[in-house]
């Protein structure tokens, strides 16, 4: 990683990521608005009367809104309303209860409020959602998550954590019964805070200083400043990572396949190391989950991929990742690529114009315009090298216009069809690992498979061209540019990394004599 060599521009980066995520993170006057709101249906909910009940309700916020991860969401390309999440557990014994009663219980009891009523949208598959439109346009979404307590004890789980698992209520879709579910939102909230509880001690006084300066109306001291509003790099970094996700993946094919915000959260969590700034932790936690292998951040065992929930091991995030044919694996590898070039972009900005180009493009319009107009004047990449924080090439670098790459052997006629490249490297002891096109550099003497993934009727054959660029290969007399056929089942090939820098492979799909479809150069970097 280069992350920790790179010059002044990434304290630049690190101004902007933060300033990104402090334009997406909710004002402290809104905050306070919507505590006012969840305090006022709580207060309402602790005064129902609940058969079996054996003692007062148990409300608190979970989610985003007590993580301190929350930003405003997209829909439809949109901004959209605040998603606050609370939980309402009733103290009643599974046992001597049902899902159907304790998510009735709940319906009923905000139905009997004249306001409620009003605001209560359809009933969902896990809560019930009160809609407020607020005066200042920016409303709230305020889902009641009804629930029972359910203490369950896991090996190598903190008791304190795991025993404040309760029994959320889940409606089938197939005939609207009820089952119940596992949840446990405050030990996962506590979990969350010992990640980054060091950094948030040392950062919580001087932050709660500067929002009561800067919201006098709001808190009568220092004190009154909720824990809740202090952001430590983590956080920050969370918030960044979910907006880019957002907008990266809104007019996608396979935007329903976007990484879900708990895995997030998750991996982010794990990664982190009381890293000082969003910058470093963003970057840390990519390289990271690139490495899920030997960080184990992410497990993949007899082709099942695994991210546990750190307070109930038995509930795997990535189980739907595991579905026939699910495009959620590829969708997330995408987004951390995504990234990594998006963030290679922003380091590299060298005039206001790039600059606001990158961040609208990873952040959205809005934001990326305000936040770009107060950089014009400190652009991370003005007169500096092109470099890139996560050993790749950075795109103004890439070239491809070698003397010893060979000419396509064949006419190439646009067509309707298309190929694309898919690669995994094989290192001794670890399984298959699929990375993409200009991923960070691989070590060498690693085995490489390359597969071709075409759309073209047979007969056809695949070759492929093989490019290596570098002071190495030139020193060893071998340099390579030209074409090789296919290694098993007509569209594979295989290599190995020997010399360092940057290659790249190509396949070209045969027809009739004919290149009918090229999948474009592949980049491979090597240490």
């Given at each position: 990683m280069n992350y920790k060599m790179i010059d002044n521009r990434t304290l630049i980066v690190n101004s902007i990521l933060e300033q990104i995520a402090e334009e997406l993170d909710i004002p402290p006057s809104k905050y306070q608005q919507a505590v006012d709101r969840y305090q006022a249906v709580g207060r309402w909910l602790e005064g129902g009367d609940y058969p079996g009940s054996t003692g007062t309700p148990k409300i608190y916020p979970q989610g985003s809104f007590r993580l301190g991860t929350v930003v405003r969401p997209i829909r439809e390309g949109k901004e959209c309303d605040y998603d606050i999440d609370l939980s309402c557990e009733l103290i009643i014994p599974k046992e001597r209860t049902t899902p159907q009663d304790i998510r009735h219980f709940i319906g009923n009891r905000l139905k009997e409020h004249g306001k409620y009523k009003k605001l209560l949208d359809d009933e969902g598959r896990r809560c019930w959602t009160l809609?407020?439109?607020?005066?200042d346009g920016t409303g709230f979404h305020l889902d009641v998550l009804p629930c029972v307590p359910d203490p369950s004890i896991f090996d190598n789980v903190d008791q304190q954590l795991s025993l404040q698992s309760a029994a959320l209520t889940d409606r089938r879709e197939s005939d609207n019964g009820y089952d119940w579910g596992f949840t446990n939102p405050a030990g996962y909230a506590d979990w969350f805070a010992q990640r980054q509880r060091v950094v948030f001690s040392r950062t919580a006084s001087l932050r709660k200083d500067q929002i009561f300066r800067e919201n006098p109306t709001i808190y009568a001291s220092v004190d009154d400043v909720p824990d809740q509003l202090v952001r430590t790099p983590l956080q920050r970094a969370i918030q960044v990572l979910k907006r880019h996700r957002d907008i990266r993946f809104a007019d996608q094919k396979n935007s329903s396949d976007r990484p879900i915000s708990i895995i997030i959260n998750t991996l982010a969590a794990l990664a982190y190391q009381q890293e000082p700034d969003a910058y470093t932790t963003l970057a840390n936690f990519l390289d990271r989950v690139q490495r899920y292998q030997e960080t184990e951040l992410i497990r993949c065992e007899d082709d099942e991929w695994i991210i546990a929930n750190p307070v109930n091991p038995n509930e795997n995030f990535a189980d739907r990742w595991n579905d026939p044919g699910s495009g959620r694996p590829d969708a997330f590898f995408q987004w951390i690529n995504w990234l990594q070039e998006?963030?290679?972009?922003?380091?590299?900005?060298?005039?206001?114009?790039?600059?606001?180009?990158?961040?609208q493009g990873a952040f959205g319009d809005s934001v990326g315009k305000r936040v770009a107009g107060s950089f014009s004047s400190s652009l991370p990449g003005r007169q500096l090298p092109a470099v890139s924080a996560f050993g790749r090439v950075a795109k103004q670098l890439l070239r491809f216009?070698?003397?010893?790459?060979?000419?396509?052997?064949?006419?190439?006629?646009?067509?309707?069809?298309?190929?694309?490249?898919?690669?995994?490297?094989?290192?001794?002891?670890?399984?298959?690992?699929?990375?993409?096109?200009?991923?960070?550099?691989?070590?060498?003497?690693?085995?490489?498979?390359?597969?071709?993934?075409?759309?073209?009727?047979?007969?056809y054959t695949v070759y492929w061209q093989v490019v290596n660029t570098g002071q190495e290969a030139i020193r060893a007399n071998c340099l390579r540019g030209d074409f090789y056929d296919s290694n098993k089942a007509g569209k594979t090939r295989e290599e190995r990394t020997e010399y360092s820098g940057m290659h790249w492979v190509e396949c070209f799909v045969v027809k009739n004599d004919v290149c009918v479809a090229r999948s474009g150069e592949f980049v491979v970097n090597i240490l």
């Open positions: 809609l407020y439109a607020e005066e998006d963030i290679d972009e922003i380091l590299n900005a060298s005039t206001s114009f790039e600059l606001e180009r990158s961040l216009d070698f003397a010893h790459r060979q000419a396509p052997k064949w006419h190439v006629q646009p067509t309707r069809y298309t190929a694309k490249v898919r690669a995994k490297y094989l290192r001794n002891g670890f399984r298959p690992t699929a990375f993409r096109s200009n991923a960070p550099a691989l070590p060498k003497h690693v085995d490489l498979v390359f597969e071709a993934e075409v759309d073209v009727p047979k007969p």
